[in-house]
């Protein structure tokens, strides 16, 4: 029997049509060898109901389809324009979060402002309502018409604040610290205060913009440091920061703006390190509890710092990125608790919008860059042996110094029973760790460790007249006592050494 249809099937419908057909022909076998004609041939008038068959089967299967298809279309419809549920569901982009917009049938709305987080149960109740009243039943195309639903109605909470927000002209934003923390009235407060606000903008208009800097507060407890950091944050501000470690850390920026690190400002070296590695990243790739998919956050936040310690950065040298600022209460102008601040905070933010709009750098000009440098000096933890160390290198030394054992330098730079009679007129132009550790610190040179040679290193790098020997392998010899070590020279002296 030779039947010949012409029929355009995909490769899905194919495999149904053939299943079926397999059934068909199955079924037609024990009455096939009956109908049959002499010549073994199918009778004209049952050839052309097979081929009738088989294109009713290929119809009710693209009539299937169709309906399949037309019910995941339309669910949209419901959540879109059903009054009890259009425009009430909608993905928050600052926390990535599923939000209740409005009332549902299941949930009356607690937070009419920023709108209620999304839950499981929620998921539930929305199933149950659209099959109850729609009769659609699959898990699955209810969850897709969930997230194309929210995507569609997708906000910014604080984008939309900034857009709201119009600026009276008066400026606040430079003398904000100088105000109402009582921060000295200099350039550099000021412009690390407009960097500071303005990069918060920038990372709401432009996630993941370049901002590596966290600036500090510094000062005794009630001067307001934190408090007019939450006034700036407003919703957004989190101050239970407590980890810069795994994806802990950045679950934590999710609802997130403005950070105030307190503890982590003053930890330790390792912990500072951790945190400096973190400021300056400017998105992560992770996959939020219960997703699918490893997805990329751009950080949308910017972090400040509080401190009451003087001396908070436990780095020698690589504290580029904190912006410390003095605060003292005595100097304060303006009254952080009264009863308008909302408002100040609110033309604050509106001159900081202004100011990212016409293209306000996030970074400091070369010359507040050098005075940035000397004020983290300030800051910065001292070792006890550093004075010790600054007498010691500016200690006129006798002629022959080079000549002298170790005895007889312990003797001259101690003032002990130092014999020899000559008038020191010689300045020193070269030191290394071991000297220091042996004739200052009078140490024995088989127990002195690594964290002892660290120690004196990170000292004489701060030291404003000396610098590292960087010429070949950075090591000179030191004569008889100590011989090739790695050597420090006093600035601009590669000459004599």
């Known amino acids: 029997m030779d039947i010949n249809i012409n029929v355009n099937f995909n490769c899905r419908e194919l495999i149904k049509v053939l299943t079926l057909s397999a059934r068909f022909f199955k079924a037609l076998d024990e009455r096939e060898s009956e109908a049959l004609g002499a010549d073994g041939e199918l009778p004209k008038d049952q050839e052309e109901g097979l081929i009738w068959k088989l294109e009713d089967v290929k119809g009710e299967s693209e009539e299937k389809d169709a309906k399949k298809e037309k019910a995941s279309e339309n669910f949209k419809e419901p959540i879109t324009n059903e009054e009890n549920l259009k425009g009430k569901i909608a993905l928050n982009e600052f926390s990535h979060r599923t939000m209740i917009k409005g009332n549902l049938p299941w949930h009356r709305l607690l937070n ?7 839950k499981d149960s929620d998921d539930s109740s929305l199933r149950h309502y659209i099959e109850k009243v729609y009769r659609i039943t699959s898990p699955m195309e209810i969850n897709d018409g969930l997230l194309i639903v929210e995507e569609k109605n997708k906000f910014h909470p604080i984008r939309d604040y900034f857009n709201s927000l119009v600026w009276d002209g008066v400026k606040r934003v430079d003398n904000l610290f100088i105000d109402y923390l009582g921060a000295s009235d200099t350039k550099y407060n000021r412009m690390v205060t407009r960097k500071a606000l303005v990069a918060g903008v920038a990372r709401i208009f432009n996630p993941g913009v370049k901002f590596d800097y966290m600036l500090v507060l510094v000062g005794k407890q009630g001067v307001g440091k934190s408090h007019i950091l939450s006034l700036l944050g407003q919703n957004w501000y989190s101050d239970s920061f407590n980890t810069v470690q795994g994806k802990e850390a950045y679950e934590q920026l999710q609802d997130a703006w403005i950070i105030e690190m307190a503890e982590l400002t003053a930890a330790k070296k390792a912990e500072t390190e951790a945190v400096k590695h973190f400021i300056s990243k400017r998105e992560d790739i992770y996959r939020v ?135 020191p007129t010689k300045k020193r132009d070269k030191i290394c760790a071991m000297e220091i550790w042996v004739e200052l610190l009078q140490g024995d040179p088989k127990y002195m460790k690594p964290m002892n040679s660290r120690e004196i290193n990170d000292v004489l790098r701060v030291l404003e007249d000396w610098e590292p020997y960087n010429m070949g392998t950075g090591k000179l010899r030191f004569g008889k006592n100590y011989g090739c070590q790695r050597a420090f020279i006093r600035k601009n002296n590669y000459e004599n050494t």
């Not at 009419?112 to 999304?118: H, L, N, P």
């Not at 609110?346 to 440098?373: C, F, R």
Request: overall charge negative; proline content about 3%.
């Open 112 to 118: 009419k402002k920023e709108g209620d987080q999304w």
């Open 289 to 423: 509890a219960y997703g699918k998919r490893v997805t990329k956050f751009p950080m949308q936040c910017v972090f400040f710092g509080t401190t009451n310690e003087m001396d908070f950065l436990k780095d020698k040298t690589g504290n580029r990125r904190f912006w410390p600022v003095m605060v003292e209460k005595h100097r304060i102008k303006k009254n952080l608790w009264r009863e308008d601040i909302k408002a100040e905070i609110h033309q604050i933010w509106a001159e900081a919008v202004e100011l990212w709009k016409i293209g306000e750098g996030l970074y400091l000009e070369l010359e507040l860059e050098k005075q940035a440098v000397k004020i983290q000096e300030k800051h910065t933890e001292r070792s006890s042996i550093e004075g010790l160390i600054h007498e010691y290198l500016e200690m006129p030394l006798p002629e022959n110094w080079e000549d002298l054992d170790v005895a007889a330098r312990r003797s001259y730079i101690h003032g002990t029973n130092f014999k020899e009679n000559i008038i």
